[in-house]
């Protein structure tokens, strides 16, 4: 099922534990062992240093990571050169570190708070955008669906949904290939 996108994205979205990161780094392995992982998550508790441990150990080890959450126009550039595709995981934690980082205080938000948020994961977006177009290799990037339930009761978890959702319409636009994953079932819808 190699994908045959050359400075393309190819975007893999699913809900939690839907077998979005398993699919995406099959599709990596495609391409060989010169892959560029970059990982997005920062280890803030055990819960996400245990999550961390459990994607270093999947993965193979001869691939090169590259922690960052940010700015991957600059980061990027010089770390994929030598590579045969890039795998991102993941979209939606990139977004809440972004988030986190504009806005300390959810609670004490105010509109314009919610725009500088969204303007500044536009921002990362578009860099990712263009450092991916201009790469000449694939990246895959996972990311979650996250507005397909329950509207959240508070409004820092409904200002995340919504901008994770456009978020990944934004990404799904530029992209093109799409698999969205469900029960760990890749089915491609683009």
Request: proline residues 3%.
């Amino acid at each position: 099922m190699k994908s045959e996108v050359m400075g393309e994205i190819v975007l893999v979205t699913g809900g939690a534990r839907s077998g979005k990161s398993t699919f995406a780094e099959k599709l990596a392995k495609e391409y060989g062992s010169e892959v560029l992982y970059v990982a997005t998550a920062i280890p803030l508790d055990d819960e996400m240093r245990l999550r961390i441990k459990k994607h270093r150990e999947q993965r193979p080890a001869n691939w090169e990571t590259v922690e960052t959450y940010k700015d991957m126009d600059i980061l990027l550039e010089e770390k994929y050169r030598n590579k045969k595709a890039v795998l991102l995981d993941c979209i939606t934690v990139m977004i809440a570190n972004i988030m986190f980082e504009v806005c300390h205080d959810f609670d004490k938000m105010v509109q314009e708070d919610m725009a500088i948020i969204e303007e500044a994961v536009n921002l990362q977006m578009d860099k990712l955008i263009v450092v991916a177009r201009s790469s000449g290799i694939p990246f895959i990037l996972v990311t979650n669906e996250t507005g397909m339930g329950i509207v959240p009761e508070n409004k820092s978890a409904r200002l995340f949904r919504d901008i994770q959702g456009r978020a990944n319409q934004k990404l799904a636009a530029a992209a093109k290939e799409v698999f969205l994953c469900v029960s760990g079932i890749p089915v491609k819808i683009k």
